[in-house]
């Protein structure tokens, strides 16, 4: 039998906020376990929550550009669960009146993922075990941080469609400021729901949650073995049970944690310290007029305006400090494609070696538009450019005096160029006959002597051109 995967998504987003939902403490990444906590994330009998508007304000600009309705009211509700990882043994979290409802996605292959809803919570605790001591340990920093969960209606088929979803949404949060969605520090979590059917059906199967995935490959593997399992087991006759189960990445299988609950078995009901969210038109026509431009409206007028490739506009938009630095560079008269080049080649490269994001970038725009001008005028050929761009990264560096303190200007000099090139058709007789025979290899070897008698800084277009008018006209 041909079986079809339906997938749902519910991905958790930490936001860039500096204190907690409900309380002071930070929201830094790290720390000494149960060092960024106090009473009221800890959940201590007296304290009382108070909300972080912040947190709101960012959570309304995820709402919006996901094209959600925002409800003008809103409440925060108690989700009640016993784990270690809880120390209130409640969550605070939006069940009934969720901040935003009924959004989408449009991927580039045309498929719309419904967003069923949108919601703010605050976040648990994490658990740490040790295996080798037979422990597991609680570390309740993460606390009351600040998430919105944006579920997903069960709109997927594929894992490269889920991958282009969460690329999409991480791009899109990225860009608002919402989160730096870093997997790999927990602000970006996403737990699969996923169920098999028969080709053809219009009913849903019975479904499992899969968490504890770190990344995008672990999301992929995951998707296969999961489906690959249920279809195995519909096949032998047997039965797929609701269940929430964990990833294990180092065994490439996923392990049941427990069943799946439902919405009663967490006992929902309205939080009696928090009153409602009101959000006027005002306040979201503000919001709405302070969203940025999002990364493929940029590569759409990019291929428009400025006849980059796809390819080019995608990578030029990855990241929002990126894009704006490639803006940059063009407001300060860089013709696009070299700007394109620049960035692309040597400042991704740059960061890369670095490992370093384009926002936290030493370089300024001024300094690599100096740069590339200074190779525009033929002061600098593209290679010494080069060792210049790397030594004046780190620092944000003064190219022109760079380049003048060691010396690095290039030799456009007729009459400089016109005697090395003399003394290297004087050194290398048997290239400069093979050239007047008729073999082209040779005049770049010549070309390449000259470059090195002139310490690579001559000018190559006029090199060429006096290598061949004494090639022609001498004997």
């Known amino acids: 039998m041909t079986w079809e995967t339906v997938i749902g998504l ?54 919006l550009a996901l094209g959600c309705t925002v409800a003008p009211v809103s409440r925060f509700d108690r989700k009640n669960y016993f784990y270690p990882d809880l120390p209130k043994a409640y969550q605070i979290s939006q069940f009934y009146a969720p901040l935003g409802r009924n959004g989408a996605v449009e991927l580039d292959d045309g498929t719309v993922v419904g967003i069923h809803e949108l919601h703010l919570e605050e976040d648990a605790g994490k658990l740490v075990h040790d295996r080798g001591r037979g422990q597991t340990l609680a570390d309740f920093n993460r606390c009351g941080v600040p998430l919105i969960e944006i579920v997903t209606e069960p709109d997927l088929r594929t894992a490269d469609q889920v991958i282009a979803y969460l690329e999409r949404l991480r791009e899109t949060l990225q860009y608002l400021g919402v989160s730096d969605c870093k997997m790999q520090e927990g602000s970006l979590r996403c737990d699969v729901n996923l169920s098999v059917r028969p080709a053809g059906s219009t009913e849903l199967g019975v479904r499992t949650e899969m968490k504890n995935l770190s990344s995008f490959r672990a999301i992929s593997r995951a998707i296969a073995w999961e489906a ?87 990578t030029l938009t990855g990241q929002r400090a990126l894009a704006e630095f490639f803006e940059a560079l063009t407001a ?130 006029v090199v060429h051109r006096i290598l061949r008018e004494k090639l022609e006209h001498t004997p």
């Open 10 to 63: 519910e991905t958790h987003v930490e936001l860039a906020t500096a204190a907690k939902l409900f309380c002071a403490c930070t929201t830094a990444f790290g720390g000494a376990p149960n060092t960024h906590c106090c009473p009221v994330c800890m959940g201590m009998p007296g304290t009382l929550p108070a909300l972080n508007a912040r947190a709101v304000e960012l959570a309304a600009k995820a709402a």
């Open 228 to 314: 690959g399992r249920q279809a195995a087991l519909l096949e032998a006759g047997g039965q797929v049970t609701q269940q929430t189960l964990r990833w294990d990445e180092d065994r490439q299988l996923a392990l049941a944690m427990r069943a799946k609950e439902d919405a009663r078995d967490y006992r929902y009901f309205p939080d009696p310290d928090l009153p409602p969210v009101e959000l006027d038109g005002a306040y979201l026509d503000r919001l709405r007029g302070e969203q940025p431009e999002l990364a493929p409206a940029r590569r759409a007028r990019y291929q428009r305006d400025w006849a980059l490739s796809a390819d080019d506009a995608a």
């Open 332 to 461: 300060l008269g860089t013709p696009p494609r070299q700007a394109a080049n620049w960035v692309m080649g040597e400042v991704l490269g740059a960061l890369s070696a670095r490992g370093m994001e384009a926002a936290r970038m030493p370089l300024t725009p001024p300094t690599l538009a100096r740069l590339i001008a200074l190779v525009g005028e033929g002061k600098l050929n593209r290679n010494t450019a080069v060792r210049v761009f790397e030594a004046v990264f780190d620092a944000d560096g003064d190219v022109d005096e760079y380049v003048k303190a060691h010396g690095l200007e290039q030799v456009s000099d007729a009459e400089v160029v016109a005697q090395a090139v003399e003394h290297v058709l004087a050194a290398c007789p048997g290239p400069a006959a093979d050239y007047r025979a008729g073999k082209e290899k040779a005049f770049g070897f010549l070309v390449g002597q000259v470059m090195r008698e002139l310490r690579g800084q001559a000018a190559p277009a």
